[in-house]
């Protein structure tokens, strides 16, 4: 049995090798988007988990030379429709005050950027952005994070969700103009003038 | 081009993601209409206020670790 498993370990040695140096890397980004899918922390880190499980167990199948990261996040992806949307469960029963208790205190920790700026767009918080995006509706959010929080293009973004590069360019260009509304929304209730002429 | 059509333009603009054509026109209707010099400058602004103001966390250690060792252990 122990020669078995010695004969079996250049391969998937090499594969392992491969994976850590691919994958793994990753791993803070998916963790990221699966907190932001299932907004419960318990749930985002077995989401992380059953993707790198699912990962490795087809890493035959990764297209060498394509975005690993694209792959992984389709992965994911399909697990969170998966277990989340085919069970007709809540996605983590949305913990709005733990999220933003866990939320607090990484703000904490992060470094705060000292610009001079006063305008409204510098004002903002992690928290009212954070809000802001919450609210639009899952399509847009979506792709606003693949987009502009993960660096996506828009064909890694449109083969992710499963729909034409025309609809993901229109949800981008709907979604920034509603989180753009909220944003300024926002600002206005906090005093801060909006006005965009200089 | 037309205002409506510009701005729609503009979120693929701030992307990279425009035809060459598309670029061309966008910048000669930007290049004529203030208005929409600024609200291209605000649709950057929001690009940007995404990718610095959403704090960005670190999975945590035991994930990652249990990951790691997933993939040393499997075969």
């Known amino acids: 049995m122990k020669e078995k498993k010695k004969a079996l370990s250049a391969y998937e040695e090499l594969k392992q090798r491969e994976f850590q140096k691919e994958a793994v890397p990753h791993i803070n980004s998916l963790y990221n988007y699966a907190l932001h899918l299932t907004m419960n922390p318990d749930d985002a880190e077995d989401l992380v988990q059953e993707t790198y499980l699912k990962a490795y167990k087809f890493f035959d199948s990764f297209e060498r030379g394509t975005n690993c990261k694209a792959w992984l996040f389709k992965i994911l992806k399909n697990n969170y429709i998966n277990k989340f949307r085919k069970n007709a469960r809540e996605p983590g029963k949305v913990d709005y005050d733990l999220i933003k208790d866990f939320y607090h205190t990484i703000k904490d920790v992060q470094s705060d950027t000292t610009e001079a700026e006063s305008d409204f767009f510098h004002s903002l918080l992690h928290e009212e952005v954070y809000q802001a995006l919450q609210s639009l509706p899952e399509e847009f959010r979506e792709v606003i994070q693949l987009c502009d929080m993960e660096g996506f293009t828009y064909e890694e973004i449109a083969n992710m969700v499963e729909s034409p590069i025309g609809t993901v360019r229109s949800r981008l260009y709907r979604g920034r103009k509603l989180l753009r509304a909220k944003l300024e929304e926002y600002a206005r209730k906090h005093g801060y003038n909006t006005d965009t002429d200089e | ?75």
């Open chain 2, 1 to 75: 081009m037309n205002c409506n059509k510009a701005t729609v333009l503009m979120s693929a603009a701030i992307d990279g993601e425009l035809s060459a054509k598309e670029t061309e026109e966008l910048s000669e209707h930007l290049t004529e209409c203030p208005q929409c010099r600024s609200e291209f400058q605000d649709a950057k602004n929001t690009k940007i206020i995404i990718r610095e103001r959403i704090v960005r966390v670190k999975a945590p250690k035991n994930l990652v670790e249990s990951i790691v060792r997933m993939t040393s252990v499997i075969g």
